[in-house]
């Protein structure tokens, strides 16, 4: 049976970024789309090209390689020319080959919010479609408050889609903005809809306000969209939008969507969903939700004995879809054999091959939860695990030895009576048995002491010339001043790979070191192998 194609459109680089708490930088928003790459969605909304600094810069070239990178806006305002919308212009300019405009469908939200007539209203849809046609750009129309306004005047509503399907939009997209319309409305309408648009034109774009975001989107696939708008792990103002983490297993592994419908979504790419679910947190600096669908650490996770025993005869009884499909892991108590199976997917991920039954896999598994419960987490680090594996494995040199470091602040006045902050660190290393001390000054402890790591490394100094500290993260693990501390460190080099490491300790100065230091040593390794 031929299956239909469904879509799915990630909106975690606009939508997420409106989220309470949530602040994108450049380089958060290019690792994001990186991320999203791996777990096989269709298209990537970059943001709003000439709304702000980073936006502006993300869109300077395309983000992705294999996704519809897609720009965002909005259709032209009344009573301005296309060519006299700067918004506008903004987004047909974009180097993306998509563009998504959103549009009040709404009539009582034309009236109100926009103080305009309805007819005035389609006619800024119709004629900015028709620029993006012209433009060359796939279109997607994001129908603002179109189950609400269903709900209002379903004529209007309807005219809206007509109108922008009729001047060439690919995709129509019905949003339940205010999020509180219910599974069997979305359903109900959404039939409607698609006896006026064939469904493989229609999307949903749902938000989570009343928790159904999922079912909502679900129901609207069944009731005949082609395609599923979201965020990872549910990003998005208020309560969030759809979770296209929960989603698209749902989709994926469920009978009920599988046996009827097709994603971009393959078994590799699903056993990616974990890790990059919860290097996202890792990358927000906030802990994972424990009892996220699927994906969550308590989501194969049985305490009771009976459910425990019932699980070691056969899974099945209490997994509703095996843990590793998901890149997850079953824990009941230790676990050794599903952990074993976790950590030779991620080796695998590496080019390191090993058995199931190697002594040194069982030896870096108790490594790993040894590490994990002082407060290490390596789905956001993969290079530092990529280190841990290849020390317990005893296949990684010591290309440099750090005999001491140290750091100091002082706060003093100038010459000229201004109150100053100088810190330096000096950092002493050994090399073949050579000895090398730097000093340098920075912006921070951190900053002074990565300078003066890097500053003086014998033979090793032109390896690291082109290394690049982009990002630096700390989250307190517990409370009060003393409290254990994880830094997470992201690099990157002139090859344009980036890798992040990890460092943990009470003291947020021996984390950092811990973070840079392994930059480092993965640097060296991926630029001298095994070879000092």
Known sequence: MTKDRLYLFDTTLRDGAQTAGIEFSLEDKIRIAALLEEIGVDYIEGGYPGANVVDDEFFRQNRTRRATFTAFGMTKRSGRSVGNDAGLQAVLRAPAPAMCLVGKSS??????????????????????????????????????????????????????VRTAIAAGAR??????????????????????????????????????????????????????????????NGLGERCGNANLVTLIPTLVLK?????????????????????VSRAFDDLLNRASDRQAPYVGAAAFATKAGIHASSIAKDPSTYEHVPPESVGNVRNIMVSQQAGKSNLLTALKRHGIVLDKDDPRLERLLRTVKEREARGY?????????????REVLGTVPRYFEVESYR????????AKG????????????????????????????VNALDTALRKDLGKFSGDIG?????DFKVRILDGGTGAVTRVLVES???????????????????????????????KLLKTRGTAT
């Not at 599988?258 to 974990?274: C, H, I, K, N, S």
């Not at 201004?418 to 921070?444: C, L, P």
């Not at 082109?466 to 982009?470: C, H, Q, R, S, T």
């Not at 890798?499 to 930059?519: H, K, M, Q």
């Open 466 to 470: 082109d290394l690049e500290l982009v």
């Open 171 to 232: 995709w129509v997209v019905l949003c339940d903005t205010n999020g509180g319309t219910m599974p069997s409305e979305v359903a109900e309408i959404v039939r409607a809809v698609t006896a006026v648009v064939p469904g493989d034109k229609l999307g949903i774009h749902a938000h989570d306000d009343t928790g159904q975001a999922v079912a909502n989107s679900l129901a609207a696939v069944e009731a005949g969209v082609r395609q599923i708008q979201g965020t990872l």
């Open 407 to 414: 750091a100091s602040v002082e706060r003093r006045h100038n």
């Open 377 to 389: 987490s390596y789905d956001g680090a993969e290079a530092s695990f990529l280190l841990l594996a």
């Open 107 to 160: 009539e009582h939200q034309v009236k109100v919010a926009l103080g305009i007539s309805g007819e005035e209203n389609l006619k800024s849809l119709r004629e900015s479609v028709q620029a993006g046609v012209a433009a060359g750009k796939q279109v997607l129309i994001d129908c603002e408050h179109f189950f609400d306004g269903y709900k209002g005047n379903p004529d209007y509503s309807l005219t809206f």
């Open 255 to 275: 009978p009920v969507f599988a046996d009827r419908f097709e994603t971009g979504v393959g078994p590799e790419q699903l056993a990616e969903l974990t890790r």
């Open 492 to 522: 990157r080099d002139a090859s344009g790979e980036r890798w992040s490491t990890i460092g943990v300790s009470a003291n947020i100065i021996d984390a950092s070191f811990e973070a840079l230091y392994e930059s480092i040593t993965y």
């Open 418 to 445: 201004q109150q100053i902050d100088v810190t330096e660190a000096v950092v002493k290393v050994v090399v073949d048995g050579e000895r090398f001390m730097s000093v340098a000054e920075g912006n921070g402890p």
